[in-house]
């Protein structure tokens, strides 16, 4: 049994794997990342593995209280992935962006993919038929704008999400979640509709928090898998199994 862990900005995921079946995920919040852990751990006595990717401020050392109990695998860039990376600064690449590029790779082979996370940020990755990683985009997430309106404002309000009674808000909180709401939706829909024109053939995976969301309000038609960074984080590790 491998232990997947993904440390994002907002909050930790993880899933518990046997081969490539889920029998168990979880969601907390980073200042729990120890205690969650161990729960896991006393209820999966047979992981072996535990796999890690942060972008978060977390690193190596929160896990190494584990180090006893299973071989602790927290990936870098020096790992080996499935595909060959066209970033031009592959040293500043995001490992969450690398292992769903590894993901997209495995998963649907010889074929245009375009992988999109909508987390603490949207992250838009290319990975071509031939399996060469171009990069894509990086934008604020959904929470994240209503956020930054608020924190660089002196006078709007920090709003939850609502969807918009129309695009054209006629109250400051109608235009406020019409603008973070519908703009989000609008970048998305926009960004696959400029890689559909130079790329006809190509599958199109979203992923993070927001993708039961935005699933349903997007025009094009996706693969969502909200799972879809943690099954790549075990897929990614059988890749190095194989290929260390
Ligand atoms: N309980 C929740 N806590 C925080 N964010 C949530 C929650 N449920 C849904 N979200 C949405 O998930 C997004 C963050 O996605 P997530 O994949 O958790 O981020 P990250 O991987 O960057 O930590 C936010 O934009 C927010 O709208
Ligand atoms: C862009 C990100 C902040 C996204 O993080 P997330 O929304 O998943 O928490 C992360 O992938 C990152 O720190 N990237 C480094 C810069 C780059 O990928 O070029
Ligand atoms: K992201």
Request: net charge negative; charged share 20%.
């Amino acid at each position: 049994m491998v232990l997947t862990v993904d440390v994002g900005n907002t909050r930790i995921k993880a899933a518990v794997f046997e081969g490539s079946t889920v029998l168990g995920s979880f969601v907390f919040e980073k200042d729990q990342l120890e205690k969650e852990i161990k729960k896991i751990l006393k209820k999966f006595q047979n992981c072996s593995d535990l796999v890690v990717a942060s972008v978060g401020n977390i690193e190596k050392q929160s896990f190494l209280a584990f180090e006893k109990q299973l071989a602790i695998h927290f990936l870098t860039h020096e790992d080996p992935f499935p595909f060959i990376n066209k970033y031009a600064t592959p040293k500043t690449l995001g490992i969450d962006r690398m292992v769903l590029a590894a993901g997209a790779t495995l998963q649907f082979p010889k074929q245009n993919r375009l992988v999109i996370d909508a987390g603490t940020c949207i992250t838009y990755d290319f990975i071509d038929e031939s399996d060469h990683y171009w990069g894509g985009a990086i934008s604020p997430g959904l929470r994240l704008r209503y956020e930054a309106l608020h924190n660089y404002t002196a006078r709007l309000p920090l709003l939850s999400l609502e969807v918009p009674e129309s695009y054209i808000g006629n109250t400051t909180a109608q235009a406020i979640h019409s603008g973070v709401v519908n703009g989000f939706v609008y970048e998305i829909d926009g960004f696959i509709d400029e890689y559909r024109t130079n790329f006809p053939n190509f599958i199109i995976i979203l992923t993070g928090g927001d993708t039961d969301f935005l699933a349903k309000r997007l025009k094009n038609t996706i693969f969502a898998n909200s799972n879809f960074l943690l099954e790549s984080l075990n897929q990614t590790f059988q890749y190095k199994i194989n290929n260390d």
